[in-house]
C-alpha cells in the first residue's frame, strides 16, 4: 500500500510510508490494516522495539519502519487526503508517456 507522488510535471517522484494498524502479530511477520486494506508486512526492523496488536506503524514496500501514536497516523492520513485531493483538483498524475515513463520508479 505505498503510493508514489509527482507533485509536478518534471519533478522527482515522491514514495510515501504508509500508518497501518498491527491487528495480528506472528513472531515478526503482522497483519495491519489500514481504511480497509490488510497486508501482511515484515516486523524484522523493528525487533527491538516492543509492538503489539493494536499499534499504529509507518509501512514501506512491506516493512514496518517505525512505530507511531494514534495520532501521528491521523495526522499523516489527513496530510494524504489533502495530497490526493489537490492530485484530483489539478490533474498531477504521471506523465506516461514514453518520453515520461524514466522517471517512475517500480512500486
Known sequence: MMR????LRGSPLMCLAI????????GFNARCLARGVAREV??????DE???VGDWVLIHVGYALQKISPEEAQ???E???????ADD????????????R???LPV
Not at 500508518?19 to 506472528?26: G, K, L, S, V, Y
Not at 515484515?42 to 525487533?47: G, K, N, P
Not at 483538483?89 to 515520461?100: A, N, V, Y
Open 4 to 7: 508514489c507522488i509527482q507533485p
Open 19 to 26: 500508518p497501518m494498524q498491527i491487528t495480528q502479530i506472528d
Open 42 to 47: 515484515s516486523l524484522f526492523m523493528l525487533q
Open 50 to 52: 516492543p509492538i503489539g
Open 75 to 77: 495526522e499523516s492520513w
Open 79 to 85: 496530510l494524504f487526503d489533502q495530497l490526493l485531493a
Open 89 to 100: 483538483e489539478h490533474d498531477l498524475t504521471p506523465d506516461l508517456s514514453p518520453s515520461g
Open 102 to 104: 524514466e522517471a517512475l
